[in-house]
C-alpha cells in the first residue's frame, strides 16, 4: 500500500509510528526524512555491486542477486531491530523511488502483520516536497532579524529568546556552523540537502501567525546557502540590533572561539587570506598575538581591523530597518538574560 503526500506540512506530520529508509547507508547520510531510521536492504558496496551488474551484465541478473541480498538484510533486521515491535505497529517505509527496495522490505513487513506502507515516489517524492517548501513558494512567517557587531552574543540570545516564549529559528545551529571566518565546528557540516531538510523541519514547526526570530546572516552560512525563499524573508525582515563594548565582545569571542584559537598554525592559515585585503601588517600583528598567545587583544584585534569593518560595509548595503536597539554593558550570562528580557518584552508590546 502506497501513501501519497502532497505538502511537506502533509509528511512532517505523517502519524506513523516510525519512518523507515531502507537505502544504502551513503544515501541515508547526504539526507534523509527527518527523523527516519536508516535500515538498508542493500549496504553501500551491494547497491554498487547490483548496479554494475545491471549496467554492465544483465538487468535479470542483477534483479536476481538483488533480490537474495534484500530478504537477507531485510530478515537480518526484523530479528534484530524490529523484533520488539508488536502486531500493531505502523511503519512508513521509503527507498530511492518508492520501487523494489522499499515495495520488497514492506511486502514482508505486512505478512508479518505490521500495518506497512510505502512513500509513493520515495524520497524524490519527498525532495520534491522539500524544495516546494524552500525554493518554490513565499515563506509564510515573519522573520525579525538580530544583528549585531561579531561578538555580541546574538547566537547565545537565541535559546534565551527562546525560554521566554518567542519564535526562534537558529540557522547556524540547522547549518553546524559559527556563520564566520572563523566557525567552523569540528563534528562539519550536513550536506546542503540535509541542511534544507532539517530547516524545512523546523519552519513546519513554527506558527506562521507569530514572529520568528533569526540571528542575521549572509547568504551562506559556511559552505551552505540559504534557500531561496528563506533568504528573501530575511532580506525583508526588520531587525533588532544588539550593541555591546568592543571590550566586552572580545572576551565573549575569545571565550567563545576557544577552540580555533588555542592551534595557532591552523588560525594563521585561515586569517592568510585576508592579506589581500587588510594589508600585510594588520595580519602580522595579528600573528603577532597569536604568538604571544594573548586570545583576548587578539579577538579586539580582529573586531577592530577586520569585522567590525566588513560588518559596517555589508549593513550600508542591506540597509535594513532597524526598528530597536539594544545595548549591554557586557556578555555575561546577566547580561544576556536582561537583553533577552528586554527584546522579549519589546516583542511582545509591538506586536510584530
Not at 516510525?18 to 547497491?47: C, K, M, Q, T, W
Not at 512567517?141 to 534565551?160: D, E, I, Y
Request: with cysteine; charged share 25%; hydrophobic share 45%.
Amino acid at each position: 500500500m502506497k501513501r501519497r503526500f502532497q505538502s511537506f506540512d502533509d509528511i512532517d506530520t505523517h502519524g506513523f509510528d516510525v519512518v523507515i529508509d531502507v537505502r544504502s547507508p551513503a544515501e541515508f547520510a547526504e539526507d534523509h526524512v527527518p527523523g527516519a531510521i536508516n535500515l538498508p536492504v542493500l549496504d553501500n558496496e551491494e547497491r554498487a555491486r547490483v548496479g554494475t551488474i545491471y549496467k554492465q551484465e544483465s538487468p535479470f541478473r542483477a534483479r536476481k542477486i538483488g533480490a537474495a541480498l534484500v530478504f537477507r538484510n531485510a530478515a537480518l533486521h526484523i530479528e534484530t531491530r524490529l523484533a520488539g515491535h508488536e502486531g500493531g505497529w505502523r511503519p512508513l517505509v521509503y527507498c530511492w523511488r518508492g520501487g523494489q527496495r522499499s515495495g520488497a522490505f514492506t511486502w514482508m513487513l505486512r505478512e508479518i502483520g505490521w500495518r506497512a506502507e510505502v512513500i509513493e515516489g520515495g524520497y524524490k517524492s519527498y525532495r520534491r516536497l522539500v524544495s516546494q517548501r524552500l525554493y518554490d513558494a513565499r515563506l509564510p512567517h515573519r522573520l525579525v532579524q538580530v544583528g549585531g557587531h561579531t561578538g555580541t552574543a546574538k547566537t547565545a540570545l537565541l535559546p534565551r529568546l527562546a525560554a521566554r516564549g518567542v519564535q526562534v529559528l537558529d540557522l547556524e545551529g540547522l547549518a553546524r556552523h559559527r556563520g564566520s571566518l572563523l566557525g567552523g565546528l569540528d563534528v562539519g557540516q550536513p550536506s546542503q540537502k540535509a541542511f534544507e531538510s532539517a530547516l524545512a523541519a523546523a519552519l513546519a514547526r513554527l506558527d506562521p501567525h507569530r514572529p520568528v526570530v533569526v540571528e542575521a546572516e549572509s547568504s551562506k552560512i559556511g559552505g551552505l546557502n540559504l534557500p531561496p525563499s528563506v533568504w528573501a524573508a530575511m532580506l525583508r525582515a526588520p531587525w533588532l540590533m544588539v550593541e555591546a563594548p568592543i571590550e566586552a565582545r572580545a572576551r565573549y569571542l575569545a571565550h567563545a572561539y576557544d577552540d580555533v584559537l588555542a592551534d595557532g598554525a591552523a588560525l594563521k592559515k585561515r586569517l592568510a587570506p585576508l592579506r589581500h585585503f587588510r594589508g600585510h601588517a594588520v595580519v602580522d600583528k595579528w600573528s603577532a598575538l597569536i604568538d604571544a598567545g594573548d586570545t583576548v587583544a587578539l579577538c579586539h584585534a580582529l573586531a577592530e581591523d577586520h569585522y567590525d569593518p566588513a560588518y559596517d560595509k555589508a549593513l550600508h548595503a542591506v540597509a535594513p530597518e532597524i526598528m530597536a536597539r539594544f545595548s549591554v554593558p557586557g556578555l555575561e550570562p546577566g547580561d544576556l538574560d536582561g537583553a533577552a528580557d528586554a527584546m522579549a518584552d519589546w516583542l511582545q508590546a509591538n506586536a510584530i
